[in-house]
C-alpha cells in the first residue's frame, strides 16, 4: 500500500489529484494539509479523509506517508519538497516546481541522489491528442521539425487572483501559470530550447483591489536543438475568449512532411496536413492513446476534457510500484524552468538569452 500526503489542498487537488488517485491501485492518500482552516475542513468533508494538518511538517513526520504531492502556492515548493526528499519521501510537486532554476536544479539533484521518484504535474502532457500527436512527431509523420507554435489565449479579466499575482508568493505570472505547461510540451515534441527572446508585460496593475506585480502576457521566440522554431504566447487578457477549458489553447507542428494541429477543446482528435493539401483535415487520436499503458482509467467514464487529468497521479504511482522514473519528472520542471528564467531575465534586459540544458 502506497500512502499519499498531500500538502495545499485547494482547487487543483480536489479537481484532479484526489480523483487521480483514488484510481490507482494498493493507494490511500492518508494525510491532507492546508494552511487555511477552511480550505483544509472543505477537503476533508468532500474527500472523508480524516486526518488534517495546518503545518505541513507534520504530513512529512509521518510513516504512512510513502509519497508527497505538493500542491501549494509555487513558493512554497522547493522547500516542502527538500524536506519531504531528506525524511526518504517520494514527491511529485506542482508546476511550476521552483521560483528559479536553481531552486529547480536543487530539487533534481536531491531527489536523484536520494533515490525517490520525483516528478512535475504538467498536466496537459496526458491529454491523448498531444500523446498521439508526440508518437506521430518521434515516428517522423512531419518529417524534418520547422516550427512549434503555442498558443494560450484565456480571459479572466481584471479579477483577484490571490497569491497568483504576487510576485513573492507565485515567482512570475502567465509565465508559470499557464507558459510553463507548453514550454514542457515543446521540449517533448521537438527537443530543448537553445536560446530565446521574450517579453512579458502586465496591464492590470490591481487586480480585485490588490496589486498585481506580475506579467499578464507572455510571449517567447525560441531556437530549439535542430534547428527548430518556435513561437510561444499566452495571455490572460484575451476578452470574450473564455477560461480554463475554453479559450484558445493550441499547440502547433510543422515539418517538411505535414502539420499537426491540437487544440484542447478537441482533446480526442488532431488536425493533420499533408504535403500539397489545401487544408487540415481531423483525424481522431486512436483509442490506445486514450490511456497512458496501464492506467486502469474507464475510457468511457468522465468528461474527457477533464478525465485524462487523472493519468498523472497514476504515473507517479505506478512508478513508485515499478521503481521506474516518473515522466515528467522534475528534471523535466527544472528543464521548463531554465527557459521561464531566461525569459524573465531576457525582458528585463531586452535581448537574447542562451538558456542552459539541465544534465
Ligand atoms: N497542473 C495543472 O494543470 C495546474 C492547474 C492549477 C494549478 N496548478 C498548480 O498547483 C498549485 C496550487 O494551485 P491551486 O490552483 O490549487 O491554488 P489554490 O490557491 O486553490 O490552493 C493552494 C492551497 O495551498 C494552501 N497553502 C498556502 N500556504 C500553505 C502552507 N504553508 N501550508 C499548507 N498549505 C498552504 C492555500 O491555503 C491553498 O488552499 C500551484 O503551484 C499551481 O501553479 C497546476
Given at each position: 500500500?502506497?500512502?499519499?500526503?498531500?500538502?495545499?489542498?485547494?482547487?487543483?487537488?480536489?479537481?484532479?489529484?484526489?480523483?487521480?488517485?483514488?484510481?490507482?491501485?494498493?493507494?490511500?492518500?492518508?494525510?491532507?494539509?492546508?494552511s487555511n482552516p477552511a480550505t483544509l475542513e472543505r477537503a476533508k468533508q468532500r474527500t472523508g479523509i480524516g486526518a488534517g494538518y495546518a503545518d505541513w511538517h507534520d504530513v512529512i513526520k509521518r510513516d504512512d506517508v510513502d509519497a508527497v504531492l505538493i500542491a501549494t502556492p509555487n513558493y512554497l515548493h522547493a522547500p516542502i519538497a527538500l524536506a519531504a526528499i531528506a525524511a526518504g519521501k517520494h514527491v511529485m510537486c506542482e508546476k511550476p516546481i521552483a521560483m528559479n532554476l536553481p531552486e529547480g536544479l536543487e530539487m533534481y539533484r536531491a531527489a536523484e541522489k536520494a533515490h525517490v521518484r520525483h516528478m512535475t504535474a504538467f498536466t496537459y502532457r496526458f491529454v491523448p491528442a498531444m500523446r498521439y500527436m508526440q508518437h506521430l512527431v518521434q515516428s517522423g509523420a512531419v518529417g524534418r521539425l520547422y516550427h512549434f507554435r503555442a498558443q494560450r489565449f484565456q480571459d479572466w479579466g481584471t479579477r483577484n487572483l490571490g497569491w497568483r499575482q504576487v510576485k513573492k508568493l507565485a515567482g512570475t505570472g502567465e509565465?508559470?501559470?499557464?507558459?510553463?505547461?507548453?514550454?514542457?510540451?515543446?521540449?517533448?515534441?521537438?527537443?530543448?530550447?537553445?536560446?530565446?527572446?521574450?517579453?512579458?508585460?502586465?496591464?492590470?496593475?490591481?487586480?480585485?483591489?490588490?496589486?498585481?506585480?506580475?506579467?499578464?502576457?507572455?510571449?517567447?521566440?525560441?531556437?530549439?536543438?535542430?534547428?527548430?522554431?518556435?513561437?510561444?504566447?499566452?495571455?490572460?487578457?484575451?476578452?470574450?475568449?473564455?477560461?480554463?477549458?475554453?479559450?484558445?489553447?493550441?499547440?502547433?507542428?510543422?515539418g517538411s512532411e505535414g502539420t499537426i494541429v491540437f487544440t484542447t477543446q478537441k482533446p480526442l482528435e488532431l488536425r493533420i496536413g499533408k504535403p500539397g493539401g489545401k487544408d487540415l483535415e481531423t483525424v481522431p487520436v486512436p483509442r490506445e492513446f486514450w490511456v497512458i499503458p496501464g492506467s486502469p482509467r474507464d475510457l468511457a467514464a468522465g468528461d474527457p476534457l477533464v478525465a485524462f487529468r487523472y493519468d498523472q497521479d497514476f504515473e507517479f504511482i505506478d512508478a513508485i510500484q515499478n521503481h521506474r522514473p516518473c515522466r515528467p519528472s522534475f528534471k523535466d520542471g527544472a528543464q521548463a524552468q531554465a527557459v521561464m528564467d531566461a525569459a524573465v531575465q531576457s525582458a528585463a534586459q531586452r535581448r537574447w538569452m542562451d538558456v542552459p540544458k539541465v544534465e
Open positions: 500500500m502506497i500512502g499519499v500526503g498531500i500538502i495545499g489542498s485547494g482547487q487543483i487537488v480536489l479537481a484532479n489529484h484526489i480523483p487521480g488517485f483514488a484510481l490507482c491501485p494498493d493507494t490511500k492518500v492518508v494525510a491532507l494539509c492546508d509565465l508559470g501559470d499557464m507558459l510553463s505547461h507548453r514550454i514542457d510540451y515543446g521540449h517533448l515534441l521537438v527537443g530543448t530550447v537553445k536560446r530565446l527572446v521574450a517579453d512579458l508585460q502586465r496591464f492590470v496593475d490591481n487586480r480585485g483591489g490588490q496589486p498585481s506585480d506580475l506579467d499578464d502576457w507572455a510571449a517567447i521566440l525560441a531556437e530549439y536543438e535542430r534547428d527548430v522554431t518556435g513561437v510561444l504566447e499566452s495571455t490572460k487578457l484575451a476578452t470574450g475568449r473564455g477560461e480554463g477549458h475554453y479559450g484558445q489553447d493550441l499547440a502547433e507542428v510543422n
